[in-house]
Structures are given as C-alpha cells and as structure tokens.
Nanobody
Framework: QVQLVESGGGLVNPGGSLRLTCAGS????????FGWFRQAPGKEREAVGC????????????MYSASAESRFTISKDYTDNTLTLQIAFLKPEDTAVYFC?????????????????????WGQGTQVTVAS
C-alpha cells in the first residue's frame, strides 16, 4: 500500500531552520516525481517546488516556484527512501501545513509539476509555525 508521511514540522523562532521529511512506503520514492506544497490558514495551497524522478542515467533535479525563495531546498535521501524540504531563515509568513505529493508515475522522464492538481497521492501534512 502506497503511503506518504510528512514529518519534521514544529514551532520555530523567526530566523531558524527546519528539515521536513516525506517518507514513502510501498514504492521506491526516488523513481517518482514529487511536489512540495504548503497551505496557510485561509489561503489556497501553493507550491514550494518539485523534483523529478530518477531515470536510468539521470538523477532528479529540483525546481522551485517563482514565489519560493532561495531559502528552500528540495532533495532526496536514497538511504531512507525519503524526500526532504529544508527551509532556512524561517519567517512568520512561512507558517503553514506543508505537504508532499506525487502522481506515482514510474519512468515519467525529466520534469515535474508545481500545479497541485497534477498529483493524486498526498501525505497528511506537517504543521510549521514560525513565531517568537
């Protein structure tokens, strides 16, 4: 059974950093494209970025949404079968529930989506709160 579980959220002071993790079970996560999204209270879900799946001679590379700043870094952990989102210099406006998502398409080739409608497998989200 395919499952996605996000973790790593919490309460952080402004200027701090967090490392969010998306753990996959039932499939080999690096082979699939993923998106990271966030949703603040009263706002629509917005993309942070995405990363494409690995191919035979290709390792997925991250892409970030236009609104994302260089404070965000998406990567894969091949040892743990996880996806990570690192956020540096956190701001109060980063407060949101953060989600990972995939369309679970194997061998999709290079490219990923920052449109949440392209993904149909979602985790439950992890809450990030930035406050002093």
């Amino acid at each position: 059974q395919v499952q996605l579980v996000e973790s790593g959220g919490g309460l952080v002071n402004p200027g701090g950093s967090l490392r969010l993790t998306c753990a996959g079970s039932g499939f080999h996560l690096p082979y699939y494209r993923f998106g990271w999204f966030r949703q603040a209270p009263g706002k629509e879900r917005e993309a942070v970025g995405c990363i494409d799946g690995d191919g035979r001679s290709y390792r997925g590379v991250p892409m970030y949404s236009a609104s994302a700043e260089s404070r965000f870094t998406i990567s894969k952990d091949y040892t743990d079968n996880t996806l990570t989102l690192q956020i540096a210099f956190l701001k109060p406006e980063d407060t949101a529930v953060y989600f990972c998502a995939t369309d679970l398409v194997l061998n999709a080739g290079p490219g990923c989506f920052i449109d949440p409608r392209k993904y149909d497998r979602w985790g439950q989200g992890t809450q990030v709160t930035v406050a002093s």
